[in-house]
Every structure is written in C-alpha cells, then in structure tokens.
C-alpha cells in the first residue's frame, strides 16, 4: 500500500541553524501538506502546496520557513533559522485531490539547542 | 474558544467493551476526518465524512456526521487491546479543504 515517507525520523540542530525536512507524497497525489505537533499540543497547520505553489498558509508559516517540490516526487520543508520553539514534530501529508483523504507521514522529530 | 472540541480527553475501557469519542464545533464541518496516532508516531487515517447524516464503517470503528454538520461521533464496537492509542478528529472548517484543524485528542486504553 503506497505512504508518505519522510526523513529524518529524528533531527538535532543548534539554534539559529538551518534545516531541511523532505517528504515523498504518495506518488498520485497532487495535494501536500506540512502541519506541526508541538508536543503535549495539538496537530497544526502550517502549508498546503499545489500545482508548485503555496494555496493556504498558517500565521506559523512565516518568512523563516519555505517550502519546495524540488523533483518529482520530494516535497521539502525549510526553517532557515530555528529558533528554540521550533522543536516539534513536523508531519507531512498528501491527498490526491483537494477533497480526498489526507494522508500522513510518520513525522520527523526536530529538536533544537 | 476552542474550534473542535473533543471528549473525552481519555478514556479508559475494558476489552469488549463498546465506546464513543465526540467531536463537536461551533462551526459548520465541510469534511470531518478521523485518525489513530500512537504517541510520538505518525496519523493513521481512519474514516472521511463530508455529508450531513453520513456513516461509515470499518471493521469494528463506525464514524457518524450529525445532519447539521457540526458534531462527528467515532464508535468501536468490542474494543480490543490494539484499538489502544490516541483518536484524533480534524475538519475542515473554512470550506477550502486545503487545511485541517484538529482537535486535542483522545487518549483511549483497553484493558485486557
């Protein structure tokens, strides 16, 4: 059964450092999604992406973060510089169409010093 | 305010037992889905509702939307030890379908 997949599973960085997280959607899907689970709290919105553009971003979405389908199958997350507060974990989805089940990775635990 | 209010937040059950989580909003739900997370693991999609009055079953896990389209029930039947984790509910609630809001979780143990 085709899933998401993410890597790392688990990413350790100083404060201030940049990171990349990448994500391979479901090789149909159109639809892909970031959201974050800061830990204890609840499942957040960050992006969603189309068509190689941002359709809906969240208020956490701001300038330190980018998002990329550098190919045709990886989908990147990008905190340029982290900030303590960043630590969460961050979960990828894709859905096939807009109004289809999203469907997630396993997350990639970030946690910043 | 809390957007998507779940409840309750745990639950604690014996095997073969039947049980029910609520999620419920203030606002109209476009799309209502439902998750399995273990902690500190990925979400297991589960079941979709879009339609007022809509229902839908897997296994032993039934998923209803109410007609008015603000409160989702998930129901499993016999729980079992592995229907063990935390049920998450998300929604779509700005009618866009490009983002979901979820709820805080529940928590449910099955005791053996």
């Known amino acids: ?113 | 305010s809390q957007e998507l209010e779940q409840s309750p937040q745990s639950l604690i059950v014996q095997e073969g037992k039947n049980l029910t989580i609520n999620c419920t909003s203030s606002k109209t739900l476009y799309g209502l889905y439902w998750y399995k997370q273990k902690y500190g693991e990925g979400l297991i999609f589960l079941m979709m509702l879009q339609k007022g009055g809509e229902e839908k079953s897997h296994e032993k896990i039934t998923a209803k939307l109410d007609e008015k389209k603000q409160q989702s029930s998930l129901h499993i039947t016999a729980s079992q030890p592995s229907h063990a984790g935390i049920y998450l509910c998300g929604a779509d609630i700005s009618g866009s379908a490009r983002q979901l809001t979820f709820g805080s979780g529940t928590q449910l143990t099955v005791l053996p």
């Open chain 1, 1 to 113: 059964e085709p899933e998401v997949t993410q890597t790392p599973s688990h990413q350790v960085t100083q404060m201030g450092q940049e990171v990349i997280l990448r994500c391979v959607p479901i090789s149909n899907h159109l639809y892909f999604y970031w959201y974050r689970q800061i830990l204890g709290q609840k499942v957040e919105f960050l992006v969603s992406f189309y068509n190689n553009e941002i359709s809906e971003k969240s208020e956490i979405f701001d300038d330190q973060f980018s998002v990329e389908r550098p190919d045709g199958s990886n989908f990147t997350l990008k905190i340029r510089s982290t900030k303590l507060e960043d630590s969460a974990m961050y979960f990828c989805a894709s859905s096939r169409l807009v109004n289809n089940e999203q469907f997630f990775g396993p997350g990639t635990r970030l946690t910043v010093l």
